[in-house]
Protein backbone atom coordinates (compact mmCIF):
# COMPACT_ATOMS: atom_id res chain seq x y z
CA UNK A 1 0.00 0.00 0.00
CA UNK A 2 1.38 4.00 -0.88
CA UNK A 3 -0.85 6.76 0.96
CA UNK A 4 -0.32 10.21 2.03
CA UNK A 5 -1.09 11.50 5.32
CA UNK A 6 -2.24 15.40 3.97
CA UNK A 7 -3.16 16.93 7.13
CA UNK A 8 -0.66 15.66 10.10
CA UNK A 9 0.56 17.86 12.90
CA UNK A 10 3.53 15.71 13.78
CA UNK A 11 5.13 18.01 16.32
CA UNK A 12 2.84 16.66 18.58
CA UNK A 13 3.57 13.01 17.63
CA UNK A 14 6.83 10.82 18.45
CA UNK A 15 9.15 9.35 16.44
CA UNK A 16 7.72 5.48 16.62
CA UNK A 17 4.48 7.76 14.96
CA UNK A 18 7.07 8.47 12.03
CA UNK A 19 8.39 4.36 11.97
CA UNK A 20 4.34 3.50 11.95
CA UNK A 21 4.03 5.83 9.14
CA UNK A 22 7.12 4.96 6.97
CA UNK A 23 6.16 1.12 7.06
CA UNK A 24 1.99 1.43 6.23
CA UNK A 25 3.74 3.08 2.79
CA UNK A 26 3.27 6.72 3.83
CA UNK A 27 4.88 8.37 0.76
CA UNK A 28 4.98 11.90 2.46
CA UNK A 29 2.88 14.02 5.29
CA UNK A 30 1.88 17.51 5.45
CA UNK A 31 1.65 19.83 8.16
CA UNK A 32 -1.05 22.47 8.42
CA UNK A 33 -0.46 25.19 11.46
CA UNK A 34 -2.31 24.32 14.24
CA UNK A 35 -3.17 25.66 17.92
CA UNK A 36 -0.53 24.18 20.58
CA UNK A 37 -2.60 23.22 23.29
CA UNK A 38 -2.43 26.23 24.80
CA UNK A 39 -2.34 30.45 23.51
CA UNK A 40 1.26 31.62 22.44
CA UNK A 41 1.91 34.90 23.92
CA UNK A 42 3.22 36.69 21.41
CA UNK A 43 4.04 36.71 17.61
CA UNK A 44 7.21 35.48 18.54
CA UNK A 45 5.89 32.27 19.21
CA UNK A 46 4.60 32.13 16.01
CA UNK A 47 7.38 32.88 14.70
CA UNK A 48 9.22 30.29 16.27
CA UNK A 49 6.41 27.60 15.62
CA UNK A 50 6.80 28.36 11.80
CA UNK A 51 10.76 27.93 12.19
CA UNK A 52 9.99 24.27 13.79
CA UNK A 53 7.19 23.17 10.87
CA UNK A 54 9.78 24.85 7.85
CA UNK A 55 13.49 24.25 9.57
CA UNK A 56 13.03 21.45 12.00
CA UNK A 57 10.48 19.32 11.52
CA UNK A 58 11.15 18.29 7.80
CA UNK A 59 14.99 17.00 9.10
CA UNK A 60 12.76 15.07 11.87
CA UNK A 61 10.90 13.41 9.24
CA UNK A 62 13.54 12.97 6.64
CA UNK A 63 15.41 11.18 9.02
CA UNK A 64 12.55 8.50 8.70
CA UNK A 65 12.60 8.77 4.69
CA UNK A 66 9.55 10.88 5.06
CA UNK A 67 9.37 14.55 2.96
CA UNK A 68 7.39 16.89 5.30
CA UNK A 69 5.48 19.42 3.84
CA UNK A 70 3.94 22.01 6.04
CA UNK A 71 1.24 25.00 5.56
CA UNK A 72 1.15 28.77 7.85
CA UNK A 73 -1.24 30.71 9.62
CA UNK A 74 -2.24 31.74 12.75
CA UNK A 75 -5.19 28.93 13.32
CA UNK A 76 -9.10 29.92 14.41
CA UNK A 77 -8.58 28.89 17.82
CA UNK A 78 -6.32 31.56 18.65
CA UNK A 79 -8.10 34.17 16.11
CA UNK A 80 -10.32 36.24 18.75
CA UNK A 81 -7.06 38.39 19.12
CA UNK A 82 -7.43 40.60 15.66
CA UNK A 83 -4.47 42.34 16.62
CA UNK A 84 -1.89 39.61 17.32
CA UNK A 85 -3.14 37.91 14.34
CA UNK A 86 -2.13 40.99 12.19
CA UNK A 87 0.87 40.35 14.16
CA UNK A 88 1.43 37.18 12.64
CA UNK A 89 -0.26 37.63 9.03
CA UNK A 90 2.74 40.45 9.05
CA UNK A 91 5.63 37.86 9.31
CA UNK A 92 4.15 34.45 7.26
CA UNK A 93 5.45 36.22 3.76
CA UNK A 94 8.89 36.11 5.57
CA UNK A 95 8.48 31.86 5.15
CA UNK A 96 6.26 31.72 1.99
CA UNK A 97 9.78 31.23 0.21
CA UNK A 98 11.26 28.35 2.23
CA UNK A 99 11.06 25.21 0.06
CA UNK A 100 8.16 23.08 2.15
CA UNK A 101 6.04 25.52 2.50
CA UNK A 102 2.27 25.02 0.61
CA UNK A 103 0.33 27.32 1.39
CA UNK A 104 -1.74 29.22 3.81
CA UNK A 105 -3.47 26.76 6.41
CA UNK A 106 -5.24 26.01 8.33
CA UNK A 107 -7.20 28.86 8.91
CA UNK A 108 -11.61 29.01 9.19
CA UNK A 109 -13.37 29.23 12.25
CA UNK A 110 -13.76 27.77 15.32
CA UNK A 111 -16.58 29.95 17.48
CA UNK A 112 -18.02 31.62 14.53
CA UNK A 113 -16.72 35.01 15.82
CA UNK A 114 -17.09 38.20 14.30
CA UNK A 115 -12.80 38.69 15.42
CA UNK A 116 -12.92 35.22 13.85
CA UNK A 117 -14.34 36.25 11.01
CA UNK A 118 -11.91 39.15 10.32
CA UNK A 119 -9.16 37.22 10.91
CA UNK A 120 -10.29 34.42 8.41
CA UNK A 121 -10.80 37.33 5.77
CA UNK A 122 -7.34 38.94 6.40
CA UNK A 123 -5.63 35.32 5.59
CA UNK A 124 -7.91 34.67 2.20
CA UNK A 125 -6.81 38.23 1.08
CA UNK A 126 -3.03 37.12 2.45
CA UNK A 127 -3.58 33.78 0.07
CA UNK A 128 -4.75 35.63 -2.79
CA UNK A 129 -1.75 38.77 -2.88
CA UNK A 130 0.34 35.52 -2.76
CA UNK A 131 -1.37 33.72 -4.81
CA UNK A 132 -0.96 30.48 -2.09
CA UNK A 133 -3.47 27.75 -1.63
CA UNK A 134 -5.62 27.42 0.83
CA UNK A 135 -6.37 25.07 3.23
CA UNK A 136 -9.47 25.24 6.00
CA UNK A 137 -10.47 24.31 9.05
CA UNK A 138 -13.79 24.06 9.93
CA UNK A 139 -15.81 24.05 12.98
CA UNK A 140 -16.84 20.90 15.80
CA UNK A 141 -20.03 19.62 16.19
CA UNK A 142 -23.35 22.49 16.09
CA UNK A 143 -21.08 25.05 14.80
CA UNK A 144 -19.64 23.21 11.94
CA UNK A 145 -22.70 23.71 9.33
CA UNK A 146 -23.12 27.71 10.31
CA UNK A 147 -19.15 27.79 10.28
CA UNK A 148 -18.86 25.91 7.01
CA UNK A 149 -21.65 28.28 5.19
CA UNK A 150 -19.95 31.54 6.57
CA UNK A 151 -16.18 30.10 5.33
CA UNK A 152 -17.41 28.92 1.57
CA UNK A 153 -19.58 32.75 1.18
CA UNK A 154 -16.26 34.53 2.35
CA UNK A 155 -13.83 32.20 0.16
CA UNK A 156 -16.68 32.64 -2.82
CA UNK A 157 -17.10 36.08 -2.64
CA UNK A 158 -13.05 36.91 -3.26
CA UNK A 159 -12.80 36.57 -7.13
CA UNK A 160 -8.78 36.52 -7.56
CA UNK A 161 -9.20 32.75 -5.09
CA UNK A 162 -9.68 29.78 -7.61
CA UNK A 163 -11.97 26.90 -5.80
CA UNK A 164 -9.99 23.95 -7.06
CA UNK A 165 -6.99 25.55 -5.57
CA UNK A 166 -8.95 25.74 -1.75
CA UNK A 167 -9.65 22.30 0.50
CA UNK A 168 -12.34 22.36 3.27
CA UNK A 169 -11.26 20.03 5.61
CA UNK A 170 -13.27 18.01 8.47
CA UNK A 171 -16.27 17.66 6.10
CA UNK A 172 -19.05 15.14 7.58
CA UNK A 173 -22.17 14.25 6.50
CA UNK A 174 -24.20 17.58 6.56
CA UNK A 175 -21.34 19.71 4.61
CA UNK A 176 -19.81 17.76 2.49
CA UNK A 177 -22.00 18.56 -0.80
CA UNK A 178 -22.01 22.35 0.35
CA UNK A 179 -18.53 22.05 -0.27
CA UNK A 180 -17.87 19.99 -3.26
CA UNK A 181 -20.89 22.09 -4.70
CA UNK A 182 -19.35 25.23 -4.61
CA UNK A 183 -15.71 23.71 -6.23
CA UNK A 184 -13.51 22.83 -3.36
CA UNK A 185 -11.98 19.94 -2.59
CA UNK A 186 -12.79 18.37 0.55
CA UNK A 187 -11.45 16.62 3.31
CA UNK A 188 -12.65 13.76 5.42
CA UNK A 189 -11.11 13.74 9.22
CA UNK A 190 -10.50 10.21 10.93
CA UNK A 191 -10.98 10.44 14.06
CA UNK A 192 -11.49 7.40 16.85
CA UNK A 193 -14.29 9.76 18.67
CA UNK A 194 -15.24 12.86 16.74
CA UNK A 195 -15.80 14.20 13.29
CA UNK A 196 -15.67 10.96 10.69
CA UNK A 197 -15.25 7.22 11.61
CA UNK A 198 -13.20 5.20 8.92
CA UNK A 199 -16.77 3.68 7.86
CA UNK A 200 -18.54 6.86 7.89
CA UNK A 201 -15.89 8.25 5.81
CA UNK A 202 -16.27 5.27 3.56
CA UNK A 203 -19.89 5.33 3.10
CA UNK A 204 -19.64 9.23 2.14
CA UNK A 205 -16.85 8.07 -0.80
CA UNK A 206 -19.89 6.04 -1.52
CA UNK A 207 -22.46 8.21 -1.85
CA UNK A 208 -20.53 10.98 -3.73
CA UNK A 209 -17.94 9.55 -5.72
CA UNK A 210 -13.82 10.19 -4.74
CA UNK A 211 -13.49 13.14 -7.24
CA UNK A 212 -12.17 16.24 -4.96
CA UNK A 213 -11.96 14.27 -2.09
CA UNK A 214 -9.18 13.05 0.62
CA UNK A 215 -8.84 10.97 3.72
CA UNK A 216 -6.30 12.61 6.88
CA UNK A 217 -5.67 11.58 10.36
CA UNK A 218 -5.19 15.02 11.47
CA UNK A 219 -2.71 13.17 14.30
CA UNK A 220 -2.53 16.19 17.35
CA UNK A 221 -1.94 16.01 20.79
CA UNK A 222 -5.37 14.98 21.72
CA UNK A 223 -6.55 11.29 21.11
CA UNK A 224 -6.09 10.21 17.75
CA UNK A 225 -4.91 7.89 15.62
CA UNK A 226 -1.86 8.35 13.20
CA UNK A 227 -2.36 5.33 10.86
CA UNK A 228 -6.22 6.00 10.42
CA UNK A 229 -6.10 6.52 6.49
CA UNK A 230 -3.82 3.27 5.65
CA UNK A 231 -6.89 1.46 8.52
CA UNK A 232 -9.58 3.01 6.36
CA UNK A 233 -7.58 2.05 3.05
CA UNK A 234 -7.78 -1.77 4.26
CA UNK A 235 -11.72 -1.14 5.75
CA UNK A 236 -12.61 0.26 1.72
CA UNK A 237 -10.81 -3.27 0.47
CA UNK A 238 -12.97 -5.13 2.64
CA UNK A 239 -15.58 -3.67 1.29
CA UNK A 240 -14.86 -4.76 -2.04
CA UNK A 241 -13.36 -1.61 -2.89
CA UNK A 242 -10.31 -1.96 -5.95
CA UNK A 243 -6.95 -1.65 -5.05
CA UNK A 244 -6.81 1.16 -7.75
CA UNK A 245 -9.68 2.71 -6.06
CA UNK A 246 -8.81 2.49 -3.05
CA UNK A 247 -5.12 4.10 -4.26
CA UNK A 248 -6.70 7.17 -6.19
CA UNK A 249 -8.40 8.26 -2.93
CA UNK A 250 -5.31 7.56 -0.69
CA UNK A 251 -2.72 8.83 -2.80
CA UNK A 252 -3.33 9.98 -6.15
CA UNK A 253 -5.93 12.50 -4.91
CA UNK A 254 -4.25 13.90 -2.80
CA UNK A 255 -1.17 14.46 -5.21
CA UNK A 256 -3.41 16.34 -7.99
CA UNK A 257 -4.45 18.75 -5.05
CA UNK A 258 -1.15 19.63 -3.88
CA UNK A 259 0.58 19.19 -6.71
CA UNK A 260 -0.97 22.44 -8.01
CA UNK A 261 1.97 23.90 -5.62
CA UNK A 262 5.25 23.35 -7.44
CA UNK A 263 7.17 22.84 -4.34
CA UNK A 264 5.55 19.63 -3.84
CA UNK A 265 7.34 17.08 -5.20
CA UNK A 266 8.00 13.54 -4.05
CA UNK A 267 11.00 11.93 -4.92
CA UNK A 268 10.68 8.78 -7.62
CA UNK A 269 9.71 5.16 -6.26
ZN1 LIG B 1 -5.54 20.11 11.98
Wanted: proline share 6%; aromatic share 10%.
Amino acid sequence: MRYIEPHGHMVSRVTDDYIDMVTAGCACVCEPAFWAGYDRSSVNGFYDYFCQLTDYEPKRAAKFGLPHFCWLCINPKESEDVKLAEEVVAIIPKFLDRPNVLGIGEIGLNKNSRNEMKVLEMHVDLAARQNQMILVHTPHLEDKLKGTRLIVDVIKRDQRIQPERVIIDHVEEHTIKLVLDAGFWAGMTLYPESKCSPARAIDMLENYGSERLWLNSACDWGVSIPLNVPYTALEMKRRGWSAEDVDKVVYQNPIKFLGQCKKFKLPKE
